[in-house]
Nanobody, 128 residues
Framework: QLQLVESGGGLVQPGGSLRLSCAAS???????????ISWFRQAPGKEREGVAC????????LYADSVKGRFTISRGSAKNMMYLQMNNLKPEDTAVYYC??????????????????WGQGTQVTVSS
């Protein structure tokens, strides 16, 4: 069973930066090559939206239009680690951020329906 744990959220002023981490566990190291692990967020009263992910090749990156140029998704040297660097944060970025996992890779990786596994989320609040 895949387990995902997010960390790194907090309170930051507009224009500030945060780096989120997602740690995956429960799989053999080799199995992570076959999974998509991506970032989503959900603000109060809004649907969960895809923020950033790796596409079918596992190297192409995809981003929501609202975060392009500000957020960067990356994987650590350890295959079970994923990060989201968030720069120039805006109040509208305030949300609970989740990492999500799926057993397949797809260029539709910003679609929540693709994912079987979800972390519990980490709160990001952008406010002055």
């Amino acid at each position: 069973q895949l387990q995902l744990v997010e960390s790194g959220g907090g309170l930051v002023q507009p224009g500030g930066s945060l780096r989120l981490s997602c740690a995956a566990s429960g799989l053999s190291v080799d199995y992570y090559d076959y999974y998509t692990i991506s970032w989503f967020r959900q603000a109060p009263g809004k649907e969960r939206e895809g923020v950033a992910c790796f596409g079918q090749t596992g190297t192409r990156t995809l981003y929501a239009d609202s975060v392009k140029g500000r957020f960067t998704i990356s994987r650590g040297s350890a295959k079970n680690m994923m990060y989201l660097q968030m720069n120039n944060l805006k109040p509208e970025d305030t949300a609970v951020y989740y990492c999500a996992g799926a057993r397949i890779r797809s260029n539709q990786c910003l679609q929540a329906k693709m994912y079987e596994y979800w972390g519990q989320g980490t709160q990001v609040t952008v406010s002055s």
